[in-house]
Nanobody, 126 residues
Framework: QVQLVESGGGLVQAGGSLRLSCAASGRTFSRYRMAWFRQAPGKEREFVAAISWSGGNSYYKDSVKGRFTISRDNAENTVYLQMNSLKPEDTAVYHC???????????????????WGQGTQVTVSS
């Protein structure tokens, strides 16, 4: 069992930056593959970025490649999402998620994650 708590959201102008954090409870954080999803009003939850157990592999939604960076600190039980060059279309509630599965990983599918945080609002003004 793991509990996830996101922080770092807020209101920023287009072109600005934010750094989201997701703090996880428990002592087995390094056994979870982690990801960020987002959900805008009236839209389905969508994949943003994912990272492997050790942090050696990361994956991104095409529209955020080169602007967002996912990272993790297993000693601090925290995963981060650095977001630069933000655009109004990045506005959404951002959710941290954890997968305890060791099976082949479809990181873009929310159903592959069994733990979720409550989300943090990111609003980008034009």
């Amino acid at each position: 069992q793991v509990q996830l708590v996101e922080s770092g959201g807020g209101l920023v102008q287009a072109g600005g930056s934010l750094r989201l954090s997701c703090a996880a409870s428990g002592r087995t954080f390094s056994r979870y593959r982690m990801a960020w999803f987002r959900q805008a009003p009236g839209k389905e939850r969508e994949f943003v970025a994912a990272i492997s157990w050790s942090g050696g592999n990361s994956y991104y939604k095409d529209s955020v490649k080169g602007r967002f960076t996912i990272s993790r600190d297993n000693a601090e039980n925290t995963v981060y999402l650095q977001m630069n060059s933000l655009k109004p279309e990045d506005t959404a509630v951002y959710h941290c998620s954890a997968s305890s599965s060791s099976l082949p990983w479809n990181y873009m599918n929310p159903s592959g994650f069994n733990y979720w945080g409550q989300g943090t609002q990111v609003t980008v003004s034009s």
